[in-house]
């Protein structure tokens, strides 16, 4: 499901990693990561800061990269030196998943209460 994130990431010269993410209630949600900038190298141990990006109502993770390099928030962070999380809420097309709920035949599954 995330061959676009991935591709446009990887043809920008980045790094790319998905995570799934299962939550007390259930929901399984996608997480993406840039563990480095273009200009790095992955055998690097050194700790990094870790940054967490979310994203608003209607809304995606790819929001912050989609850009490019020197025009998105992530990918400027990435190449600073940080280790760049991006989460997806519920619902979105990268944490559309629950362990039991299908979103397409059970409203619960949209119930977030």
Same mark, same amino acid.
């Not at 980045?14 to 259930?26: A, R, S």
């Not at 998943?97 to 397409?104: G, K, Q, V």
């Given at each position: 499901?995330? $061959? &676009?994130? +991935? +591709?446009? *990431?990887?043809? =920008?010269? =980045?790094?790319?990693? $998905? %995570?799934?993410?299962?939550?007390?209630?259930? =929901?399984?949600?996608? *997480?993406?990561?840039? !563990? %480095?900038?273009?200009?790095?190298?992955? @055998?690097?141990?050194?700790?990094? !800061?870790?940054?967490?990006?979310? %994203?608003?109502?209607?809304?995606?993770?790819? @929001?912050? &990269?989609?850009?490019? !390099?020197?025009?998105?928030?992530?990918?400027? *962070?990435?190449?600073?030196?940080?280790?760049?999380? *991006?989460? $997806? $809420?519920?619902?979105?097309?990268?944490?559309?998943? %629950?362990?039991?709920?299908? !979103?397409?035949?059970?409203?619960? &599954?949209?119930?977030?209460?």
């Amino acid at each position: 499901m995330c $061959n &676009f994130q +991935e +591709e446009l *990431l990887t043809g =920008y010269g =980045y790094p790319f990693e $998905n %995570h799934m993410v299962t939550t007390d209630d259930g =929901y399984v949600l996608g *997480l993406h990561r840039i !563990p %480095h900038g273009r200009n790095e190298s992955g @055998d690097n141990t050194k700790t990094k !800061p870790a940054v967490l990006i979310m %994203h608003g109502l209607c809304s995606s993770s790819v @929001d912050f &990269f989609v850009l490019g !390099p020197e025009r998105s928030i992530a990918l400027l *962070l990435a190449d600073q030196g940080y280790d760049i999380w *991006l989460g $997806n $809420n519920r619902g979105t097309t990268w944490s559309r998943n %629950h362990i039991s709920l299908d !979103p397409d035949k059970n409203k619960t &599954f949209w119930d977030y209460r």
